[in-house]
Structure formats: structure tokens, C-alpha cells
């Protein structure tokens, strides 16, 4: 993957960091861009599709259109979302001592944007854009290095696409939204949970201490 070629990652911990839902807030945004397009986001289960309704009679929406509303949110995501609670300070204390590199799950024609979004707020770090299994690129960011890696997102499959991948990997489930955070199933075996930056930023730095002991 030529994107991963060109991140450049120095002698020490490397955290990749899922966007949406982590890094950015998406279901508080995503529920206001809904409400201005006469929908409403149920939380009754940790999933978009079959939870989205029309706000005037509360007939669920078709799957098409929820998609075809996701798309449209993200070609419009630079002036809906923003940085997730003490995500940007504790960014940027982490990168100190680590390498940062973001991998979204974002289809190539919103890559740009995501990348304007990102940078507008001071995260100039590294981003991966793909709809592949993001084990598959952690792996190939990581290389076998003997340092930690951290893998940080709020889906399991993702979480258990790096498990197989990169099994040295600590693998962390944040999920920004308190109700859907309420919603996720209890995380697989190996899989640790976070509420907030606060929390991982100790989690990460107790585990990178604890790497550097052993």
C-alpha cells in the first residue's frame, strides 16, 4: 500500500488510531446531520442500519439510504465533526514519546477531506485511508519491530482483524458515545476498554513501561 510506504516511523512505540467514534466524535454529529435531514438515530442497538428512522411518522429508513446518508455526512464532515473529548492535548502528549498514525476506514473519494478535518484542528499526524481489513495494514506499518504497537478502535472486527495480524499488539475498544458505548457487546478475549483519552493515554503509557521492563 503505497500510503503506508510513505510513513516514516522512528526507534519507539507506535499507537494506530481508528478516526470516527475515537479520534473524532461521529454518532453525536452524525445524529444532528440526520435530525436536519428529517431522521432520527434510535440508539437500540451498537449498529447505523435498522436504527435510523424518518423523524415524521418513525418508519424505519431502507438500508440504501442509510448508506446513501453516511456517504453524504462524510462528504460533508469537516463541518459536522470534531475532535472527540481531550483527544487533541492527549494526542499530542502522546507523540512525544510515540508515533501516531491514523488509519480510517474511508472511501477514496472522502480521503481529502478527512485529511482537511484532521489537519484543521493540529492533527498533522500520519492517515491511512482504506476499506480493507486493518489488520492487514497495522501489520505492514509494524513490521515485526520489536517496540510496542497500540491499535485503538471502537469496532471488534477491526480489533480482531490487528489480533490476528499483529498478536503482540495491545488492542483497545474506545467508544466516544456514552449510549452506544452502553450498546457494544462485552469485547472479545485480549481486548481492553476505555471511556475516554485520559484513561487510554495511562493505559497506553503503563503497557509501553512495562514492554520497556521486560
Do not use: K, M, N, W
Given at each position: 500500500m503505497a500510503e503506508i510506504a510513505g510513513v516514516t516511523l522512528g526507534e519507539r512505540p507506535l499507537i494506530v488510531s481508528d478516526v470516527d467514534e475515537v479520534v473524532f466524535e461521529f454518532?453525536?454529529?452524525?445524529?444532528?446531520?440526520?435530525?436536519?435531514?428529517?431522521?432520527?438515530?434510535l440508539p437500540r442497538s451498537f449498529r447505523l442500519h435498522g436504527n435510523i428512522?424518518?423523524?415524521?411518522?418513525?418508519?424505519?429508513?431502507e438500508?440504501?439510504?442509510?448508506?446513501?446518508?453516511?456517504?453524504?455526512?462524510?462528504g460533508d464532515q469537516n463541518r459536522w465533526q470534531k475532535p472527540a473529548c481531550d483527544a487533541v492535548e492527549t494526542l499530542h502528549a502522546l507523540?512525544?514519546?510515540?508515533?501516531?498514525?491514523f488509519l480510517t476506514a474511508m472511501k477514496p473519494h472522502h480521503k481529502a477531506l478527512r485529511r482537511a478535518a484532521l489537519d484543521s484542528f493540529g492533527l498533522h499526524f500520519p492517515m491511512i485511508a482504506t476499506e480493507g481489513p486493518k489488520g492487514l495494514a497495522v501489520r505492514e506499518l509494524h513490521r515485526n519491530r520489536a517496540?510496542?504497537?497500540?491499535?485503538?478502535d471502537d469496532i471488534d472486527r477491526n480489533l480482531q482483524s490487528v489480533a490476528e495480524e499483529v498478536p503482540s499488539c495491545l488492542l483497545i475498544r474506545m467508544i466516544a458515545n456514552a449510549d452506544f458505548r452502553s450498546l457494544a457487546a462485552p469485547p472479545a478475549a485480549g481486548v481492553e476498554t476505555v471511556a475516554g483519552w485520559r484513561d487510554l493515554a495511562v493505559r497506553i503509557q503503563t503497557h509501553c513501561s512495562a514492554e520497556n521492563r521486560g
Open positions: 454518532i453525536s454529529p452524525f445524529s444532528a446531520f440526520l435530525a436536519a435531514q428529517g431522521c432520527r438515530l428512522v424518518c423523524e415524521a411518522d418513525g418508519v424505519e429508513i438500508a440504501q439510504r442509510v448508506t446513501d446518508l453516511i456517504d453524504a455526512f462524510f507523540s512525544a514519546d510515540h508515533d501516531i498514525v517496540l510496542p504497537v497500540i491499535f485503538v
